[in-house]
């Protein structure tokens, strides 16, 4: 199955910074069919990126994906406080969808 | 506004079974797929399964085929997830999740339940 490895695993950050997350896929998505989810303390994720790039209903364009192959990022220009979460990369090109480990925003 | 809400989670000996249900709402249920996803807390997510709109095409983790069979019944907007077999490992917050793109069965979500805590313990 396709591996992504997410880095950093945790990032301590101050809100309206910015800030960029990394996740590398083990083998190439030919359709860059990535996607981000951010999950807040006990709620269930919530989608803000598909197709590497796109955003989804309702996302505020401070988000930003970009990406393609082995190599995307998801990129919020200013962190508000609600941005403070988990943060996962689902990749659905290759059976079986796999997702990334997480990477952590908290507050500094 | 879209929403689903998962129930039928709780304590299950090994070797049990159990089944989830998810009633949706706020969209046509009959034209999208639905996954089942889970999640042990405080770790990361992991999908299970996923069924095509019609229920006519079914997809499994390897680590659930053969115990767990996903179903749909599209005139009650509901989907199940039937366990057997069950293991510690499968405790896990299960949720279900919406398929934004209508005749595209894809894992991608972008509708979530709040969850439902599958415990299996003696």
């Known amino acids: 199955e396709t591996v992504l490895t997410q880095s950093p695993g945790t990032l301590s950050l101050s809100p309206g910074e910015r800030v960029t997350l990394s996740c590398r896929a083990s083998?190439?998505?030919?359709?860059?069919?990535l996607a981000w989810y951010r999950q807040k303390p006990g709620q269930a994720p919530r989608l803000l990126i598909y197709g590497a790039s796109s955003r989804a209903t309702g996302i505020p364009d401070r988000f930003s994906g970009s990406g393609s192959g082995t190599d995307f990022t998801l990129t919020i220009s200013r962190l508000e406080p609600e941005d403070f979460a988990m943060y996962f990369c689902?990749?659905?090109?290759?059976?079986?969808?796999?997702f990334g480990q997480g990477t952590k925003l908290e507050i500094k | 506004e879209v929403q689903l809400l998962e129930s039928g989670g709780g304590l299950v000996q090994p070797g049990g079974s159990l089944r989830l249900s998810c009633a949706a709402s706020?969209?046509?249920?009959?034209?999208?797929?639905m996954t089942w996803f889970r999640q042990v807390p405080g770790k990361g997510l992991e999908w299970v399964s996923t069924l095509s709109e019609t229920g006519g095409s079914t997809y499994y983790s390897e680590s659930v085929k053969g115990r767990f069979t996903i179903s749909r019944d599209n005139s009650k907007n509901t989907l199940y997830l039937h366990m057997s077999s069950l293991r510690a490992e499968d405790t896990a917050v299960y949720y279900c999740?919406?398929?934004?793109?209508?005749?595209?069965?894809?894992?991608?979500?972008?509708?979530w339940g709040q969850g439902a805590l599958v415990t299996v313990s003696s």
């Open positions: 999740a919406k398929c934004p793109i209508t005749g595209f069965t894809s894992v991608l979500s972008d509708y």
């Open positions: 706020g969209f046509t249920f009959g034209n999208y797929a």
């Open positions: 689902q990749q659905y090109d290759i059976s079986p969808g796999t």
């Open positions: 083998q190439s998505l030919g359709r860059n069919f």
